[in-house]
């Protein structure tokens, strides 16, 4: 079975620059998640969505971060425009339905460094 | 106060000993709790799961949720440097929507 495919793997821009990561998830999983993991800290979700609908963004910085999962199935998350503190690990999983009694899978993130 | 509170370490201890990594969390409606292994650059990986309250072991680990204390535990038996990891535990209730992570323990098993 074909895991959580993420990329790119790195990525580092400049302050007040764009850019975007892209996540497909494991084949029939509804349920997609992003999250932002800071070094050294636990994985905070950004957004949650359940096929192409958003069932959780409330932690999302709207003014800046926007996701789509338009076809239900693989999903990009930008940042526009970045700032330093954006430098995180940008980690997509997903899981068959919701979180009850399953597991979500990780893809291996994507390092953002914003200079 | 967060949801989940974990003691980030960092852990150090000789191979084969017994580690404990603890997480404490505040919503008693969690029912479903989980440890996941994160190696360094890597994505984190599921290691065990409990619903609700009792003991789950498999090979060397050990899970153990203890539901009116609203705490959670996994033991590492004869641990090795290969368990060299950050350990995070994670929950969700049984309306599912979202798993709650705990900030990770950094585990470092010395030869």
């Known amino acids: 079975e074909a895991g959580v495919a993420q990329s790119p793997r790195y990525k580092i821009i400049e302050k007040r620059q764009s850019v975007a990561f892209w996540c497909n998830p494991i084949s029939g999983h509804a349920t997609l998640y992003w999250y932002q993991q800071i070094l050294g800290q636990g994985p905070k979700l950004l957004i949650q969505f359940q096929n192409n609908g958003v069932v959780d963004d409330s932690q999302l910085p709207k003014d800046r971060f926007s996701a789509e999962r338009l076809k239900g199935v693989d999903s990009t998350l930008k940042i526009q425009p970045a700032k330093l503190e954006d430098s995180a690990v940008y980690l997509c999983?997903?899981?068959?339905?919701?979180?009850?009694?399953?597991?979500?899978?990780f893809g291996q993130g994507t390092r953002l460094t914003v200079v | 106060q967060k949801e989940v509170e974990q003691d980030p370490g960092p852990l150090s201890v000789p191979e084969g000993a017994i580690v404990s990594l603890n997480c404490t969390y505040s919503?008693?409606?969690?029912?479903?709790f989980m440890w996941y292994r994160q190696y360094s650059r890597k994505g984190p990986e599921l290691l065990m799961y409990t619903y609700s309250s009792g003991n789950k072991e498999d090979g060397r680990f050990t899970a153990q949720v203890d539901k009116s204390s609203k705490y959670i535990s996994l033991f590492i038996r004869d641990s090795q440097p290969s368990d060299s990891a950050t350990y995070l535990c994670a929950m969700s209730t049984n309306t599912g929507n979202q798993f709650y992570f705990g900030t990770g323990t950094s585990l470092t098993v010395i030869p």
């Open positions: 999983a997903s899981s068959l339905q919701g979180a009850w009694n399953t597991e979500a899978f």
């Open positions: 919503n008693s409606a969690f029912q479903y």
